[in-house]
């Protein structure tokens, strides 16, 4: 109980300075691909920011992972977890970094009892049209044959592509911009069945209220009946017996 209640106070102390960590991420992937060409000492900015960031995701894990007993049970139930913090050293590419800090970013949203479902879609869905633009940008920009050259096409192909629209109007040429995209498809498509799932839900639950507060008035009228029976029925028992006193 001890080491839970550690464990929940280190994810409680640590949640909003690795949020911080998670948005200087986000500038520091976005301004080399935005500020393109970047100079040499803003790559090298940005790209040390990335590591800290990455390296603190890692700490966090390993931390958590020390502050229980039932270590073999926290790695098999956080194995996303896991995946995200090994993904960059197995090849360290930007993208990976930026997908493995996403999941990351997730995960520890998710422990987060005061953030609603609804807030969490909200950021999803931002955090998804943010990274997706800049990371196809950043792949198609220099294609010979690719059509995605500026930050405002890289927002529009992202938009109609979560929404499953899909105009054709621009479109990845490579084939990474083309697992992106792929990406990018699948999570809108998981976005909008929780959208409608949580609609759903909510819309069932007032139906639910609605029939216990039916069901609760149903039951108060059928007992205020049956005490007005069992007063009539005592009324009517003195009524006899004052007229069989009174013969």
């Known amino acids: 109980m001890n080491e839970q209640s550690a464990q929940a106070r280190w994810e409680r102390r640590t949640q909003r300075p690795l949020l911080a960590l998670a948005v200087a991420f986000a500038v520091a992937y976005a301004v080399p691909i935005v500020d393109n060409p970047a100079s040499r000492p803003l790559l090298v900015v940005c790209t040390a920011t990335e590591w800290v960031v990455w390296g603190a995701f890692a700490v966090d894990y390993l931390m958590r992972l020390a502050l229980t007993r039932r270590r073999r049970e926290f790695v098999r139930t956080h194995w996303i977890d896991l995946c995200a ?11 990976l970094r930026m ?5 990351l ?11 609603r479902l609804t807030t969490y879609v909200a950021g999803a869905v931002v955090g998804l049209l943010m990274f997706g633009s800049l990371a196809v940008l950043s792949v198609e920009r220099e294609s010979p044959k690719g059509n995605i050259r500026t930050l405002g096409d890289a927002v529009w192909w992202s938009f109609t592509t979560m929404t499953t629209v899909g105009y054709g109007d621009h479109a990845p040429t490579t084939g990474l911009g083309r697992m992106i995209a792929v990406g990018l498809m699948l999570s809108g498509i998981a976005l909008l069945g929780v959208v409608t799932a949580n609609i759903a839900a909510w819309f069932i639950s007032r139906f639910e209220k609605d029939d216990v507060e039916e069901r609760r008035q149903t039951e108060a009228i059928a007992s205020l009946t049956e005490e007005i029976r069992l007063l ?11 007229e069989e006193q009174r013969s």
Do not use: F, K, W, Y
């Open 85 to 95: 913090v090994v993904l960059p050293l197995l090849q360290p590419l930007r993208l």
């Open 99 to 103: 997908v493995s800090t996403l999941l």
């Open 105 to 115: 970013v997730g995960r520890r949203a998710r422990m987060a009892s005061q953030i």
């Open 232 to 242: 009539r029925a005592e009324v009517a028992r003195l009524a006899r017996d004052r």
